[in-house]
């Protein structure tokens, strides 16, 4: 439990992207090859013929479900985060990114041999199977106000960066971007930034940069009932 949590405290995938370029990985690093992505760009599109591990080295990606012109936001990659080409889902750049590729079969060879490696590798995709449980959890579970506080709560949660006044975070993203993600429109989740800004919860400090100043009401609003 002491380890979980002082592994929790790390950020999780900037660990990966650490670990790929110690000495020991060297070989590890040599097979992967770089790939530029403009903002918007699709990487990957539903079972893509690529059969690809990746990444991202730079940038931000979002991974999403499409259906008739309706879209279901499954994941946000930032930096450190591991993906593939071989699912279901889109990938897009939601800016300029930087993505490490290596073909499926043989990152398995190479990421077994490379022990050091193990330990990143199973945070990052432990990270990303938590994303899709708070995702069920709150599609299922809660509703439109509490997805929006829920998305800020985990962002400040693992990104946050801690000042006197609370935890900022760079989102990086419009609220077009976050309407999208939670499954919203952007009049909603602008009226419901609003709501917190006036509830002393939260701040926009810049353009997608937010303060954070009540963490313990914004959880609440998150996640209303006690744990
Ligand atoms: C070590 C290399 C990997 C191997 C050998 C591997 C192998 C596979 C195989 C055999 C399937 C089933 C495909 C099918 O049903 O047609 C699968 C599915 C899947 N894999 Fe991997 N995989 C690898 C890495 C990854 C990574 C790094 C991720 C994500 C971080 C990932 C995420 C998934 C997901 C989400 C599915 C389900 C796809 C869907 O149903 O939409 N895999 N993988």
Redesign the pocket.
């Known amino acids: 439990m002491v380890i979980l949590m002082s592994l929790k405290n790390q950020r999780f995938g900037q660990g990966l992207l650490e670990s790929l370029y110690k000495p020991e990985n060297s070989d590890l690093l040599s097979q992967l090859n770089e790939r530029r992505y403009k903002k918007r760009h699709i990487l990957f599109m539903p079972h893509s013929k690529e059969d690809l591990?990746f990444i991202v080295k730079e940038g931000k990606l979002r991974v999403y479900l499409g259906l008739d012109g309706k879209e279901l936001s499954l994941v946000l990659l930032g930096p450190g985060d591991?993906?593939?080409s071989?699912?279901?889902?889109y990938v897009v750049a939601m800016e300029d990114s930087v993505v490490l590729t290596c073909p499926?079969?043989k990152?398995?060879t190479l990421?077994t041999k490379n022990q050091g490696f193990s330990l990143p590798l199973f945070m990052s995709?432990g990270k990303?199977l938590s994303g899709s449980i708070s995702l069920i959890e709150n599609l299922y579970f809660y509703d439109i106000d509490k997805r929006v506080a829920a998305y800020f709560y985990e962002e400040a949660l693992v990104h946050g960066d801690e000042t006197d006044d609370g935890l900022l975070v760079h989102v990086g993203l419009t609220v077009d971007n976050i309407a999208t993600i939670v499954g919203s429109s952007r009049q909603t989740v602008s009226s419901l930034i609003s709501g917190m800004e006036k509830d002393g919860i939260l701040k926009k400090v810049a353009r997608g940069e937010y303060l954070v100043k009540n963490m313990d009401e914004l959880k609440y609003l998150a996640h209303p009932c006690p744990e």
């Open positions: 591990v591991i993906y593939t071989h699912t279901r889902a499926v079969f990152f398995y990421a995709l990303l």
